[in-house]
């Protein structure tokens, strides 16, 4: 049997409690030295070890008092089909397969990951930026404070990856000492919450975590890793069997709350159809009970339905926000005049037609640099940001012309790209957006660099967000110094678009606790002068935490998907739903 230098390993005894024959009942005497009714406190929720239970009871029992807004997992409980049947309307087997590592057959990688360091959390502001990354996948999210008190100890162990290039943390996993846990005799570990930024992170973090993970427990001496993965989840599967995961008969059960409701209950036809930002709608409507109907997935329009109420809705855009709200969103040119009258401050501008630039020309020579937009369009198409001569003011306009018969050129303001969410006339999520960048290797081009990160923009916005690689593209790499064919150094990072806009790679930060009052209330005024229910409001400012700010335009159906950890969706469910709320 092959061994490894200071691994002990427990050879199989038939009378050990065997967590990969969930089927068998395990007795008084083969539970000597294990504890009892073991339940772990992960902050998102509990893990609940079935086979430390002397009964089903016991285990049902303890699923019973899961908190609201947590998922509690029970993992190894036997007879998981007796359970379920002691309370079918609180409980089901979850669609999930159990995967094991047998440790004594890992073999370390031959080479490292580039680009990544995986690490052991430092810090209780790490873990708030793990909830970060869990919010960012969908995942609940816990209390950083719990999660913190857990790592002090040796039974947890929370790991971050970090991004050599950047220093910023890009992935998370979570591993639990069985042994330390419960005593476990078979020697065991299990890991859990694995999560990776999927737009920043380097190729093969994900593995790089699970490797590091499994080499602690191997130094430990314990004799298997466990994780449970969904069922569809093809992409972890697939790293887990190449690490030499294989599957086990073990089974988890969990509570029919609603957080839990997409994987028990039917699913409304073509909900997986829906893009990110009506996906994320529908699925906290579900969770409250809400019943969702696609009536046309590729237009993000659904109806939503409570009782004998119906609103119909395209992703955050509702029957709520009236037409002539829609419209004051939608020529720029209304919604300046509506925020001169409201007293917030907008840029210097003048409305131009094909035939006479006469304005556009002379704000250009009193201002030095502007930027060129069509009175009336979305998702950036048609902006030109930077004019400074009168030949690329010409090229400018008859862009802009492509996409509406009337012209805006306005001064441009320095300053940071703020987006400020306002739902039911409060602030509820505030980011700087930047323009797309790539980050240097060493040894990829500019143009390889972008083809990389625009496909991972590309696979983390089911294809909402990607690079185009054109002459705009070119220009701007040109402008900070490289051509297409350069290798930027290690770290580099390189600006590839003027814009901030997420469509075209755009990324996103949030700066909600530290957004200032003066903004904030702003934002406010803008949302009740323009009179709509929900909005996203663009400001250029300079400093978030500074009050100085100029408005450049309000969007009547802000993207909800881009502000996690902020409750952007749930705020919006509020309001068309207000009595489910969450308290």
């Given amino acids: ?17 065997s967590t990969s024959r969930p089927w068998q009942q395990v007795s008084e005497h083969q539970r000597q030295g294990m504890a009892s009714d073991v339940v772990l406190d992960l902050a998102w929720g509990r893990l609940v070890f079935g086979q430390t239970f002397s009964s089903l009871e016991g285990i049902v029992k303890a699923l019973r008092s899961e908190e609201s807004g947590r998922r509690d997992i029970c993992i190894y409980p036997r007879d998981p089909h007796v359970m379920v049947g002691m309370a079918p309307d609180e409980l089901f087997i979850d669609p999930s397969y159990v995967y094991r590592l047998d440790l004594h057959r890992y073999r370390p990688r031959a080479e490292l990951i580039r680009d990544v360091f995986v690490r052991t959390v430092t810090a209780l502001d790490e873990m708030r930026q793990v909830n970060d990354i869990y919010a960012r996948n969908g995942m609940v999210t816990g209390d ?162 409570l009782g004998g109420r119906t609103v119909l809705t395209r992703e955050s855009l ?50 030095g640099e502007v930027v060129v937009k069509p009175a009336r369009g979305e998702q950036g198409r048609g902006i030109t940001v930077g004019v400074r001569e009168e030949a690329a003011l010409d090229r400018a306009v008859r862009l802009a012309l492509q996409y509406c018969p009337d012209v805006l050129v306005e001064e441009l303001v320095e300053g940071q790209d703020l987006r400020v969410v306002v739902i039911d006339h409060e602030v509820v999520a505030a980011a700087v957006r930047r323009p797309a960048e790539v980050v240097g290797d060493g040894r ?80 406010v005024r803008a949302s009740r002068a323009i009179g709509i229910p929900v909005t996203g409001l663009d400001f250029l400012v300079p400093d978030v935490e500074g009050p100085d700010h100029v408005f450049i335009e309000a969007n009547e159906r802000p993207g909800l998907a881009n502000h996690e950890p902020q409750p952007t969706v749930e705020r919006f469910v509020d309001l068309l739903f207000p009595e489910t709320r969450r308290r």
Avoid at 198 to 221: F, K, S
Avoid at 321 to 326: G, I, L, N, W
Avoid at 329 to 343: Q, S
Wanted: proline share 6%.
């Fill in 1 to 17: 049997m092959p061994r490894i230098a200071g691994h002990r390993r427990r050879l199989p005894v038939s009378d050990t409690p």
């Fill in 144 to 305: 950083a404070g719990t999660m913190w008190a857990n790592h002090r100890t040796r039974c947890f162990t929370y790991l971050v990856a970090e991004d050599r290039r950047t220093g910023r943390i890009v992935g998370t996993v979570t591993g639990v000492d069985h042994v330390l846990a419960f005593g476990d005799p078979e020697g065991g570990a299990s890991l859990w919450c694995l999560a990776v930024d999927a737009q920043d992170a380097p190729p093969g973090t994900g593995e790089a975590l699970v490797r590091v993970l499994a080499e602690r427990y191997v130094g430990r001496g314990r004799a298997y890793l466990d994780l449970s993965v969904m069922h569809d989840n093809t992409g972890a599967i697939a790293l887990y069997r190449k690490l030499g995961f294989h599957r086990v008969p073990a089974l988890c059960v969990k509570r029919k709350n609603p957080i839990n409701t997409p994987l028990f209950a039917a699913r409304p036809p073509g909900l997986a159809e829906l893009n990110p930002y009506a996906r994320l709608i529908a699925e906290e409507a579900l969770e409250r009970g809400i019943r969702v109907e696609v009536n046309d997935a590729e237009w993000g329009e659904m109806r939503l339905s």
């Fill in 318 to 367: 509702s029957e709520f926000t009236s037409a002539v709200a829609m419209s004051r969103c939608d020529d720029k040119r209304v919604t300046r005049r509506i925020m001169e009258r409201a007293g917030v401050r907008v840029p210097r501008g003048a409305t131009v037609t094909e035939d006479d630039l006469a304005a556009a020309r002379t704000l250009l020579a009193e201002c």
């Fill in 444 to 523: 990829s081009p500019v143009t390889e660099l972008v083809r990389s990160t625009s496909r991972r923009r590309e696979r983390a916005t089911d294809g909402e967000s990607s690079i185009p690689l054109d002459d705009t593209t070119a220009e701007v790499v040109a402008e900070s110094g490289y051509a297409m064919d350069d290798v930027p150094p290690v770290g580099e990072r390189v600006q590839v678009r003027r814009t901030a806009n997420l469509h075209t790679g755009g990324t996103i930060e949030d700066v909600t606790e530290r957004l200032h009052p003066a903004i904030a209330q702003a934002a």
